[in-house]
């Protein structure tokens, strides 16, 4: 079965550029999206199909996607970036999360 | 703003079923398919069915399949979830989520998108 595969934890300065990982067997050839959970809240997608935005979202939110790896980044990180950041695909009509990246802000 | 409301959780002992409601508002419910994502507390996202616009194909997680119905009726603008035969490893948050425009489904295959408006949840807690 097809597993997608974070980081647990990145931690990164504030103004900073913090880079998450979402490693899968050829998952340049999938499109990728991008979710951003804060505690007790529900998750937002803050990328999707690999690099878009959608409405709302920071221009310092960005994404990337090719080979066996795709990215999310954000640059000029502030502390309210820090949260759980989740990639998602689909592959067989199933849909699937990655494990999840805690982002803290030091 | 394009809302998503989810209620129906609860306590429910190992076996039992139980039945889970989103309604929507603010958007053309009936053109979009719809998922229902789990999460266990502190844990990590869990997809677990979908339904195209019309519901006329549904989709499921092998964990759920065979114990769980989606369903939705688009003249009240609401998505359901039916739990059956609930084990104690089915204890999560539920969330409904809208996906996008460009999800489509041909024949028994389902090319979903990104999930763009998520419910704020609700919990479901399997017990003895």
């Excluded at chain 2, 508002?25 to 009936?30: E, Y």
Aim: glycine share 12%; net charge neutral.
């Amino acid at each position: 079965s097809y597993v997608l595969t974070q980081p647990p934890s990145v931690s990164v300065a504030p103004g900073q550029t913090a880079r998450i990982t979402c490693g899968g067997d050829n998952i340049g050839s999938k499109s990728v999206h991008w979710y951003q959970q804060k505690p007790g809240q529900a998750p937002v997608l803050v990328v999707f199909d690999d690099s878009a935005r959608p409405s709302g979202i920071p221009a310092r939110f960005s994404g990337s996607n090719s080979g066996d790896a795709a990215t999310l980044a954000i640059s000029r990180v502030e502390a309210g970036d820090e949260a759980d950041y989740y990639c998602h695909v689909w592959e067989s009509s199933t849909g699937l999360f990655g494990g999840g990246t805690r982002l803290t802000v030091l | 703003e394009v809302q998503l409301l989810e209620s129906g959780g609860g306590l429910v002992q190992p076996g039992g079923s139980l039945r889970l409601s989103c309604e929507a508002s603010r958007f053309a419910f009936s053109n979009f398919a719809m998922s229902w994502v789990r999460q266990t507390p502190g844990k990590g996202l869990e997809w677990v069915s979908a339904i195209s616009g019309g519901g006329s194909a549904t989709f499921y997680a092998d964990s759920v399949k065979g114990r769980f119905t989606i369903s939705r009726d688009n003249s009240k603008n609401t998505l359901y979830l039916q739990l059956s035969t609930l084990r104690v490893d089915d204890t999560a948050i539920y969330y409904c989520a809208k996906d996008s425009p460009r999800a489509f489904y041909s024949g028994s295959a389902y090319y979903g998108g990104a999930f763009d408006v998520w419910g704020r949840g609700t919990m479901v807690a399997v017990s003895s």
